[in-house]
């Protein structure tokens, strides 16, 4: 049912005023992204003076979405695909006269930035993979003139560990049973091994960065231990130190001094995020900084001698708010909200819970409530609509904080889940190494578990329940209705793989260096015993059991889930007479960057879940303005979609 006095979408959904505010090295200026003719792009300001902003970039497609300052004060650099394809360009922007250089100007490469240090101010040091399409090699890129230095020229490695000097310390590799292995370089094409990483550790140990010396290397390590604390390794004797662990969570963050390379704080999150203060200073700023307003504290820019922070205040029921601080003067200025028009209307608060799995996982969950169920018990006076949403990856998780998802769908009516299930990171290794070769099955009963607490706590309408994701999450919804179908009322699946076979087989080449971890974790495509199990955890080979209704988008361009994967399960169910709608963006890749685009879909999606759980919903407007959507079946399942076309 539509009614008024929702929050519009475009509140939720549309560009930030501002966002990604950073501080030069030097203190003398501050950037952020902010539109320009509706396209994101970067704003420069002095620090003394934020509100004098100007734009220095002129994109004007897809946004610019990434940057980060040189240390010559002078460049900012960003990053750059061209219809979600991935093939990043790197560009560098001069402040003075905003001219804009293409450091990367090959067509279907992708660069990566390896190293920016202030020891080398006119360079960068840069991954591409011009010469073989699966390994990056190293190049030295001169800021001014776009001259280019191989570096190093990979023999087959899955990445390089460098320093501040440039100097290509160790290689990375994933060994055949599915662990790795971190070499040391003993000469020009001579590498030893040097740690041994075993299967049970991969995805949560690994190096992250040198100490200004070059001879402490620090690593997020899970060896000897469940969960990955923070040590640090001395190349010179061997000696390991532990600087700080938990026994609930990995290591989820660090604050790093960018001129000694210190560690001042490391940061646990397990439900929430936890700091443990290295450095008494900052642990004072940090307490300083507690009462200046209210949210989670994040450190997301210094400058580099330290001085000037740019801090931000989350919350999960309102916009970031970004502050200046002084640390030698301890004082804190206000800079701008990322979405003013968020301080204007009611936003609900997300709660955070621990659900046990069947076999006794804890799942670390956060649910938020109808804005009008909202109260401070956490439960809602009767059991509502619920949409389960399921976060990507599957090698990532969900945090608390404010979510635009989270908030649009408690505006219309819906309790909304989001689970922590096996294979999320962030809970130890015995967490993450559970879901080994569980796709479809014990990763989704964790998610059937979620959803039976749901009903047990009297949350969720056992009768309108939703399942909701994007890749790893589309998969999930894709299961959800062939596995579970009598769970859900209804599902939608953005950018999911629908056959596991053929995702694998399509990886992009530059996953190749690392397919034993997915051999290993989700089934090996090379064997006989690997691809009967692929096959039969593939949602596309059970269609005849999605006996409720499915939306699906996809990027056109998607080089990690390829369209095929939304193709062959909406032509299967057309031709077996089984309804869904397919929305398909010809200039988006794996999730939908173009705010047109962002918005239209989930305009569709907003209609789709009120058709079939009855919640409230803002009809579709104008909300097609300047997106490319296109729908090449099932336009007509949907309100008003069809007139909007």
């Keep these: ?99 804009t250089k293409d450091l990367t100007p090959y067509d279907g490469v992708q660069a990566r930035f390896q190293e920016i240090s202030p020891k080398f101010s006119n360079d960068l040091l840069l991954s591409l993979n011009d010469r073989d399409p699966q390994l990056h090699d190293i190049y030295k890129v001169n800021i001014n003139t776009g001259n280019r230095t191989l570096v190093q020229e990979n023999d087959g490695f899955a990445g390089y560990i460098t320093d501040d000097d440039f100097n290509v310390r160790f290689a990375t590799r994933v060994t055949e049973d599915g662990g790795s292995e971190l070499l040391e370089k003993a000469g020009d094409s001579f590498w030893k091994p040097f740690i041994e990483i075993g299967i049970e550790d991969t995805l949560t140990t690994s190096p992250i960065g040198f100490d200004d010396t070059g001879t402490i290397l620090y690593l997020v390590d899970s060896r000897d231990r469940d969960t990955a604390a923070l040590v640090s390794l001395n190349l010179q004797n061997g000696d390991t130190t532990l600087i700080a662990e938990s026994p609930h969570a990995d290591v989820s ?86 979405r003013d028009s968020l301080t204007d209307v009611n936003l609900s608060n997300m709660h955070s819970t621990t659900i046990k799995s069947r076999d006794n996982f804890d799942l ?63 809970f130890g290794k015995a967490f993450i190494n ?20 749901a009903i047990d706590s009297r949350i969720a309408d056992p009768s309108k329940i939703a399942i909701m994701g994007g890749s790893y999450g589309g998969y999930a919804t894709l299961i959800g209705l062939t596995a579970t179908p009598n769970v859900f009322a209804c599902g939608i699946d953005i950018v999911g793989p629908s056959n596991l076979l053929t995702l694998i087989n399509s990886i992009p080449p530059y996953w190749q260096p690392q397919i034993e971890l997915w051999a290993s974790r989700v089934g090996d495509h090379r064997t006989e015993q690997g691809r009967k199990l692929l096959s039969e955890r593939s949602p596309l080979n059970y ?55 962002n918005l239209s879909f989930f305009a569709v999606a907003e209609a789709f879940l009120s058709k079939h759980l009855n919640g409230s919903y803002e009809p579709i407007d104008d909300d097609f303005e300047g997106a490319s959507v296109t729908v090449p079946t099932g336009a007509s399942e949907i309100p008003g979609l069809k007139e909007a076309l």
């Design 434 to 453: 559970a879901a080994n070769l569980e796709w479809g099955r014990n990763m989704h009963n964790d998610l059937i578990d979620a959803v039976n607490w």
């Design 1 to 99: 049912m539509a009614i008024s006095g929702l929050i519009p979408r475009k509140t939720l959904f549309g560009n930030p005023d501002k966002a990604s505010p950073q501080i030069s090295p030097n203190g003398e200026y501050i950037t952020f992204l902010a539109p320009v003719d509706g396209i994101l792009n970067i704003w420069l300001a002095k620090s003394t003076d934020p509100d004098s902003a100007i734009p220095i970039t002129q994109d004007s497609d897809r946004g610019i979405r990434f940057y980060g300052w040189t240390y010559t004060n002078e460049h900012i650099a960003y990053i750059q695909d061209i219809g979600g394809d991935e093939n990043w360009h790197v560009y560098v922007v001069n402040i003075h006269t905003h001219q």
């Design 543 to 597: 269609i005849n059991n999605i006996n409720k209704p499915l939306l699906i988008g996809q990027g056109a361009n998607d080089p990690r889930v390829n369209q095929a994967e939304s193709d062959q399960i909406v032509d299967a169910m057309n031709e077996n007479g089984i309804p869904v709608t397919y929305v398909l963006y010809p200039d988006e890749g794996h999730g939908f960057v173009k705010p047109e685009n």
């Design 253 to 338: 963050d660090t604050m790093v001094d960018p001129n000694n390379k210190n560690i001042q704080a490391v940061a646990f999150t397990h439900e929430r995020k936890t700091w443990i203060f290295l450095d008494e200073n900052v642990k004072k700023d940090l307490e300083y900084l507690e009462s200046i307003s209210q949210g989670e504290i994040e450190i997301v820019s210094q400058s580099f001698n330290d001085e000037i922070w740019i801090v931000a205040f989350v919350l999960d029921d309102g916009p970031v708010r970004f502050y200046k601080y002084n640390r030698p003067e301890q004082q804190a200025s206000f800079l701008f909200t990322n």
């Design 364 to 426: 670390i969950s956060y649910y938020t409530l109808p804005s009008e169920s909202s109260n401070d018990s956490g439960i809602p006076d009767s059991p509502c609509p619920t949409v389960l949403l399921v976060h990507g990856g599957p090698w990532h998780r969900d945090t608390w904080g404010y979510s635009a998802l989270h908030q649009m769908l408690s505006n219309r009516g819906y309790a909304v889940l989001s689970v922590n299930f096996r294979g999320s990171t962030g």
